[in-house]
């Protein structure tokens, strides 16, 4: 089993949700099972699926969960950029989520490059 607490993805999506579970603080309490909840859950499914996915047996079960991850980060990514629209973020902090986010989705992506070329050299 590989050790996700190394691998920068995770570090960089762990990171990510601390910081939207801080933000998320100061959301209407309206919000509290709308948006704050879907944007948290959004946001934990990233580093929650790079576990998983780090605790399978083979490469392509890894990969398949990669492939999650990236979904849920668009999502939250998507929920980012509607909080800013709802002035629930000023705009410098909203500029800093979405920062946090790009550099998640580019670490990701080198990840799922690296364990697509390992799976494709097995098939």
């Known amino acids: 089993m590989r050790d996700y607490k190394k691998i920068k993805a995770w570090q960089h999506a762990d990171d990510l949700t601390v910081a939207i579970y801080e933000a998320t603080k100061t959301f209407p309490?309206?919000?509290c099972y709308g948006l704050t909840s879907q944007l948290r859950r959004a946001a934990?499914?990233?580093?929650?699926?790079?576990?998983?996915?780090?605790?399978?047996?083979s490469q392509k079960d890894y990969l398949h969960f990669l492939q999650i991850a990236?979904?849920?980060?668009?999502?939250?990514?998507?929920?980012?950029?509607?909080?800013?629209?709802?002035?629930?973020?000023?705009q410098s902090h909203g500029a800093v989520l979405l920062q946090q986010a790009e550099t998640v989705a580019r670490v990701l992506a080198g990840l799922m490059r690296a364990v697509g070329q390992e799976v494709q050299s097995v098939a």
């Open 44 to 57: 934990y499914s990233v580093p929650a699926n790079v576990v998983e996915g780090a605790a399978r047996n």
């Open 70 to 90: 990236r979904a849920s980060l668009a999502e939250t990514h998507y929920f980012l950029h509607l909080s800013l629209r709802l002035g629930y973020f000023d």
């Open 29 to 31: 309490k309206e919000e």
